[in-house]
């Protein structure tokens, strides 16, 4: 079997996919040597020492760790340390090999030809293998300025809350917008946590921020119109994207593809009150990015089945007629851990024993 081919079908294990495609080898090829792909074809997504992967490999240390350290220093695996040691795992394909690669922005003519591939690759096969399942991998999240105390908001609704519970907040580029360029939505706005976090500002891809950056990164987004997006799960976040609809691979997947679980929606909708409604008809215009809302006699009209409960129409309102509420019946179940979602949608998937047995490496 072809190299190539067999770290696809490692990568494919996982949650996330990686369906075959001539789009996807040729993407594999510019991320990997044949020798790195020889090594990551015996890896697994959780990190294993230096030791474990020569073991697995066949390869020396010394050879096998200057390889893997060129690897992660271009993003095609991850690293940690721990106790002074280096371990290293794969990188899924969403978020991973796409996203990690232009979070210093792009421009480069491997990162402009990357970029197009991953474009061709998300309308031919990625997307549709990302919203595939009953279970989504990603949701939106409120406006946090949206909510009032009347929302009954729970913690895992309130973006901030993912923020105070983070032990390192890094920020990055948005890879979407970095890659396609196809609006002028700032790109500075990517926020990732934790172990992921560590990584990226140790190779240079993020730098690290406070608290209190990012906040002020979520009310930039939201007064840019950026949508909210984190992880399906309730535990915590892994990263906050703040998604533009001409770029982002995420909200494409419901906009372009048609996808119904492409992502889970947040669990409020808008309400508009059609006395204090001036018509001006910013939140159908300029704030909504799934363009759900129209303009009926002067009046702002929602329509539920289109909207995703990202709370922009609220903070654009210049009249503060629009609140959120409650939506009668969430779209989707929100995970209670990242590994229990991870879990459903490879049962759902039929992929989880072939996931089990590469994690046992």
């Not at 890896?43 to 294993?48: E, K, Q, V």
């Not at 390889?67 to 095609?76: F, G, S, V």
């Not at 140790?202 to 992880?231: C, F, Q």
């Amino acid at each position: 079997m072809d190299i190539y081919e067999e770290l696809r079908k490692v990568l494919d294990a996982h949650p996330t996919g990686a369906p075959k495609s001539k789009i996807f080898d040729e993407i594999l090829r510019l991320t990997f040597t044949p020798e790195e792909a020889a090594v990551a074809a015996k890896m697994c997504f959780s990190p294993r020492s230096l030791e474990q992967i020569s073991a697995a490999t066949g390869l020396e240390p010394k050879k096998l760790g200057e390889m893997l350290e060129a690897m992660a220093n271009k993003m095609a695996i991850y690293s940690n340390e721990k106790g002074g040691k280096l371990f290293y795992g794969l990188i899924p394909t969403i978020p991973g090999l796409f996203e990690f690669p232009f979070m210093k922005g792009g421009g480069t003519p491997r990162l402009k030809k990357l970029g197009k591939l991953w474009e061709e690759y998300h309308h031919e096969a990625m997307g549709a293998a990302f919203g595939s399942t009953t279970t989504p991998l990603t949701r939106v999240v409120t406006v946090g300025k949206a909510l009032t105390s009347q929302n009954q908001a729970h913690p895992y609704e309130e973006v901030a809350n993912f923020i105070k519970n983070a032990e390192t907040i890094a920020l990055a580029e948005c890879a979407c917008r970095a890659s396609l360029n196809h609006c002028d939505k700032p790109k500075d706005v990517c926020l990732i946590f934790d172990s992921a976090a560590k990584f990226l500002i140790a190779r240079s891809y993020a730098r690290k921020i406070t608290p209190e950056e990012a906040m002020n990164v979520l009310d930039r987004a939201d007064k840019a119109g950026l949508v909210h997006t984190s992880n399906n799960s309730s535990d915590r976040a892994l990263l906050i994207c703040n998604c533009c609809p001409c770029c982002c691979t995420i909200l494409r997947g419901r906009s372009q593809l048609k996808l119904a679980n492409a992502f889970a929606t947040s669990a409020f909708l808008p309400r508009v009150n059609p006395q204090d409604c001036n018509g001006c008809g910013i939140c159908a215009d300029e704030r909504c990015p799934m363009k759900a809302i129209e303009m009926r006699n002067d009046v702002a009209v929602v329509n539920p089945e289109k909207c995703i409960g990202c709370g922009l129409c609220v903070t654009g309102c210049p009249s503060e007629a629009i609140v959120l509420e409650n939506r009668p019946a969430p779209s989707h179940e929100v995970c209670s851990s990242s590994t229990e979602m991870g879990m459903k949608i490879l049962q759902e998937k039929g992929k989880l024993e072939e996931y089990v047995e590469i994690m046992k490496r």
